[in-house]
């Protein structure tokens, strides 16, 4: 079974820059399909970003030209740089794992709280 560990986050003021981390253990890497999620009070889970197998990447609309995922398989280990913090960026940010066979893997999530 794969596990995904977030690390991470934290408090960081607003326009700060923040960069989390998931490490993957369990399963083989370098085939799955990465992603960051985010989970604020009240509200649903949502996209952020998206890294394929192949290193194709994918934005929500909100984060595009703030934050950028990125993987390397030498270390199982996918980020999501986070730049121009603001307060609706607030939120439990979830890895994500998929390789297309079965129901997706999930982190236990990391705290961003973005507050002066």
């Known amino acids: 079974q794969v596990q995904l560990v977030e690390s991470g986050g934290g408090l960081v003021q607003p326009g700060g820059s923040v960069r989390l981390s998931c490490v993957a253990s369990g399963g083989i890497f370098s085939v799955y399909t990465m992603g960051w999620y985010r989970q604020a009070p009240g509200k649903q889970r949502e996209l952020v970003a998206v890294i394929t197998s192949g290193g194709s990447t994918n934005y929500a609309d909100s984060v595009k030209g703030r934050f950028t995922i990125s993987r390397d398989n030498a270390k199982n280990t996918v980020y999501l740089q986070m730049n121009s913090l603001n307060s609706e960026d607030t939120a439990v940010y979830y890895c994500?794992?998929?390789?297309?066979?079965?129901?997706?893997?999930w982190g236990q999530g990391t705290q961003v709280t973005v507050s002066s």
């Open positions: 994500n794992a998929d390789n297309r066979v079965r129901l997706p893997y």
